[in-house]
């Protein structure tokens, strides 16, 4: 009876600890620049005169293709694996942030934060495939009915986001 009781223990700690590991926040880089209200991931932020919001960039797409933009955007969803993408929303604007060269990721706790970013916009055909890897990595089943055959990437080089 005692072994039995044990091994139940033993077994709702694993299982626990197992649920609580799936919901740890992921940070695999450190920041490049930390302040009390905000952390910079890749590079630090470079000054610009000009801001764009993520629904003006897109909107600018033929002026500013190939130019590095600094924009303001909200992290809808991030990279659950690694924080190596996220989704970045305004309005209807969407748009795929990865990072430069992979050199560096964003906590996966980042979701909901409205953060600045510099880096280039370009419109990326997207295979079925490569949705369904990005699917995964955001933890999400892959959708069975076709995906649109492109998207807004944004390449970062720096990423600032809020403390708060």
Not at 35 to 44: L, N, P, Q, R
Not at 69 to 97: L, M
Not at 108 to 130: F, H, I, M, Y
Request: proline fraction near 4%.
């Amino acid at each position: 009876m005692r072994t039995l009781l044990l091994t139940g223990l033993m077994a709702v700690a694993t299982v626990t600890t197992a649920a609580l590991a799936d919901d740890a926040v992921v940070s695999l880089s450190e920041p490049v620049n930390e302040t009390e209200t905000h952390a910079d991931y890749g590079a630090v932020l470079p000054a610009s005169k000009v801001m764009h919001s993520l629904s003006e960039a897109i909107a600018q797409l033929d002026d500013l293709a190939g130019q590095s933009v600094v924009i303001e955007t909200e992290i809808q969803q991030v990279c659950q694996k690694k924080g190596c993408f996220f989704i970045a929303r305004d309005g209807e604007a969407v748009a795929r942030v990865r990072f430069q060269d992979y050199g560096f990721f964003i906590p996966t706790d980042s979701a909901g934060k409205t953060v600045t970013l510099a880096g280039t916009l370009e419109r990326v055909t997207l295979t079925p495939q490569q949705a369904a890897h990005f699917a995964e990595d955001m933890k999400q089943k892959p959708k069975t009915t076709p995906v649109a055959d492109f998207e807004y990437q944004i390449m970062a080089t720096a990423v600032r986001i809020p403390r708060t």
